[in-house]
C-alpha cells in the first residue's frame, strides 16, 4: 500500500485529503507544518509528500529538499493556490530539486488520476 503523508497547514484540507486517499486504497496521515513535515517523513518513510508550499516558518518547497535529502527515493508533490510561489520553485531548482506542482483547489478525481499514472492537472481542470 502507497503511503502518503500530507502537509498542510489549513487542517481542514489536510485531514479531507487524508479521508479521500484512504477511502481509495492509499495510507495517508496529515501534518500541519513544514517542520513536521520533515519530522515524520524521517521517522515513517512515505512513498509521497504531498505539501502545500506556503506555510508558516517553513515552506514545503524547503520541506521537501530537505526530506528528498535524506529520502532520495520519496517522491515529493507541491500544491498550491498562491500564484507568487514561482521564486521558491526557482530556488529549490536552483538547488537541483525540481518538484512536481498541483494546483490548489484540486478536485479529488483529478488528484487520484493523478497519483495513479500522473496524469495533468491543469489549473481550469481542478476547479470542478
Known sequence: MTRILIADDEKVIADSLVRILANNGYEASAVYSGEDAVETA?????D????DVVMGLMSGAVAGMMI????P????????GQAAIKPLLEI???KGHVFELLPKPIAPERLLAYLKDGTPVSSSESEG
Do not use: N
Request: net charge positive; charged share 30%.
Open 42 to 46: 524521517m521517522r515513517t518513510k512515505p
Open 48 to 51: 509521497i509528500v504531498l505539501t
Open 73 to 80: 527515493e520519496c517522491r515529493v508533490i507541491l500544491i498550491s
Open 68 to 71: 528528498r535529502r535524506s529520502l
Open 92 to 94: 529549490a531548482e536552483s
